[in-house]
Each structure stands twice: as structure tokens, then as C-alpha cells.
């Protein structure tokens, strides 16, 4: 089945520790998203790729880096810069500009 | 730029009752729309879009959305809400050609009571 897979369902992490969110996408899509979901806030960008070996930052890049060393994959990482970390993260992906995205199921990260 | 407001964060239905969740929406060119459906601690999925043909829209599960231009306005109906359609809606706008996706409103919270 086509689709987006994200791991793990839930992460904690200490504080001062980088921790690396995997997603992985088959629908062949160019173009793959990580949002950063708090209660009330709605979804804000956090990283986004075009194309392998290149992305820009969102809105809210701060404290986060990623890579896309392959078409599939877009790894978020939460560096210990980020100093409110806890919330839950969605990935995407879509095949063309402007259109809908399709979603993950995310990651719940929480720090300890 | 673009921008979503979503008006109520909480709407409260009865089982039966028509749904109506408010979405209005600024976009500095002609916008594509978007209305996502969440049920706890999962992803988003996508209920029904906007992209320049109908005005009104159909969606999944009997929900639909009209394209008023003039209000700049995407408000989400259902005629008959179901318990199974409690969850929190998302509206979302993007501008046709961007690469950099999709701006979300704050989201509305349903509950269908009995």
C-alpha cells in the first residue's frame, strides 16, 4: 500500500538530546513537509523539500534540521536548541505544487 | 501572503443536527482550499478541495464546502451530524504554483452529542 509512514508513534527524549524522527514516503512524491502541531495552534511549517538534496525552512526552523539524501526520505531531527520540543509532528508529502498534501500519523515527542 | 480563520475553536452539535464549521481565508491570488478531518493522535485526512472548478464542493462521509469568492469564505456542512463525525477540522489554503505548501487555520473541535 502507498503511503506515508512515520516512527515512532511516541518518543521521549531528556533534555539536551538530539533526537531524529524518521518518515518515509512510496507515492513517489517530490515534495515532502514537516509541521509542528500544538493544542490550539493549528499545523505551522516547520522544513520543506522540492527535490533530493534540497529544502527551505518554514516558519518555525529554529532548534530543527533535516536532510533529503533520498526521494523517500525526510528526516526531521529536534536538536537540544529547541527549547520547547514537546508537541506532535506530522510529515507530508504531495506530488505537485499547491495541491493537497497527504499525511503521516505522526510522531508524539515529549521531553523528560 | 496568505492566512486561514477558522471561527469557534469548540462547536458542539446534537446527533442529527446540521454541522457548519467557518472557515474565511486571505490570499493575495486565487487560492486552492482545503478542509482536513483529525481523530485523536492521528494524522490529517483529506475531507474535500477547492481548486477552481465547482464552487460547491463534495466531500467524504456527506460533508461539503462552498467558494464564495465575494466573503472569502469555505464554511464546511453536513446536513445530518454523525457520532463518528467528532473530531477537529482543519481549514487550509494554498496559492496555486507554491512550493510552499499549505497554511492551516487553528482548527475546530466538534463534539456530537447524543
Known amino acids: 500500500d502507498g503511503g506515508i509512514t512515520q516512527s515512532p508513534k511516541y518518543l521521549f527524549r531528556k533534555e539536551g538530546q538530539n533526537v531524529t524522527l524518521s518518515c518515509e514516503q512510496n507515492?513517489?512524491?517530490?515534495?515532502m513537509y514537516w509541521y509542528r502541531q500544538d493544542p490550539g495552534q493549528g499545523l505551522r511549517l516547520i522544513y520543506y523539500?522540492?527535490?533530493?538534496?534540497?529544502?527551505q525552512k518554514g516558519d518555525i526552523a529554529e532548534g530543527y534540521s533535516v536532510s533529503r539524501e533520498k526521494k523517500e526520505s525526510f528526516p526531521l531531527t529536534v536538536t537540544s536548541a529547541q527549547k520547547n520540543p514537546t508537541a506532535f509532528y506530522l510529515c507530508a508529502s504531495n506530488p505537485n505544487r499547491g495541491t493537497e498534501a497527504f499525511f503521516g500519523q505522526g510522531t508524539r515527542l515529549t521531553v523528560v | 501572503a496568505q492566512s486561514v480563520t477558522q471561527l469557534g475553536s469548540h462547536v458542539s452539535v446534537s446527533e442529527g443536527a446540521l454541522v457548519l464549521l467557518r472557515c474565511n481565508y486571505s490570499s493575495s491570488v486565487p487560492p486552492y482550499l482545503f478542509w482536513y478531518v483529525q481523530y485523536p493522535n492521528q494524522g490529517l485526512q483529506l475531507l474535500l478541495k477547492y481548486t477552481s472548478a465547482a464552487t460547491l464542493v463534495k466531500g467524504i462521509n456527506g460533508f461539503e464546502a462552498e467558494f464564495k469568492k465575494s466573503e472569502t469564505s469555505f464554511h464546511l456542512t453536513k446536513p445530518s451530524a454523525h457520532m463518528s463525525d467528532a473530531a477537529e477540522y482543519f481549514c487550509a489554503v494554498s496559492q496555486r504554483g507554491s512550493a510552499r505548501q499549505l497554511t492551516f487555520g487553528s482548527g475546530t473541535q466538534l463534539t456530537v452529542l447524543p
Open positions: 507515492l513517489n512524491h517530490d515534495a
Open positions: 523539500s522540492q527535490i533530493v538534496n534540497d529544502f
